[in-house]
């Protein structure tokens, strides 16, 4: 019995603990490079320290193809260079989990990787950070400025590419069966999940 107590509570520290992927390697530049004027940037920040032993995969998956962004680990932040316009991005840990965004060219976009407790590990939602001091979660708030200087800049090495290579098959079919989900997801609820144009910085 004390031997599962101890194995609990190691678990529990495990899952509560920050890890970092070694498939990603610090930013060269710690600054967030300009959008260009045909795209726009969305940056993936994961300030919460929960289930931080589990890497979460942030992709954007617009018409069916899927483009990998990187691996968002506790306290990091992720960009992804995207054309503007309407995309449908995508995280995946035990579970996949969506998020709209409509991109104007030239904005910078932000987004929460949010973790909660999942059946065997962490699973993930992604949640829009709104241009607008009202909302939950705001780039006006004090939250929002804490949580980027908390999170370090990291980009894809080659082997994060090799990594997404050798999974691709088993990315794509969670996609699909997560999508079965999102498809019938109230209109509502898809609304509260959705990044607008506006919202670009």
């Known amino acids: 019995m004390k031997f599962l107590y101890a194995w609990i ?11 970092q992927s070694s498939l990603m390697t610090r930013a060269s530049s710690p600054a967030l490079a300009a959008a260009s004027n045909e795209g726009a940037t969305v940056v993936f920040l994961r300030p919460s320290s929960l289930g931080g032993a589990i890497q979460a995969s942030v992709f954007d998956v617009t018409d069916g193809k899927t483009s990998f962004g990187g691996i968002v680990s506790t306290d990091t932040q992720v960009r992804m260079q995207l054309p503007a316009g309407e995309h449908l991005l995508m ?5 996949a989990d969506f ?3 409509t991109l104007a060219p030239g904005k910078t976009y932000y987004v929460l990787v949010s973790p909660r407790i999942g059946v065997w590990k962490a699973r993930f939602s992604l949640l829009p950070i709104h241009n607008d001091a009202a909302a939950k979660y705001s780039l006006k708030s004090e939250h929002f400025a804490d949580w980027q200087k908390q999170c370090q800049l990291v980009e894809k090495s080659a082997a994060a590419d090799a990594w997404y290579q050798a999974h691709q098959g088993a990315i794509e079919s969670k996609r699909v069966d997560y999508m079965k989900k999102w498809d019938v997801m109230d209109a509502a609820h898809k609304a509260e999940l959705t990044l607008h144009a506006e919202d670009g910085i």
């Open 9 to 19: 509570a190691g678990c529990a520290i495990l899952f509560l603990s920050g890890c």
């Open 99 to 101: 998020m709209n965004a």
């Open 91 to 95: 995280v995946q840990a035990e579970n």
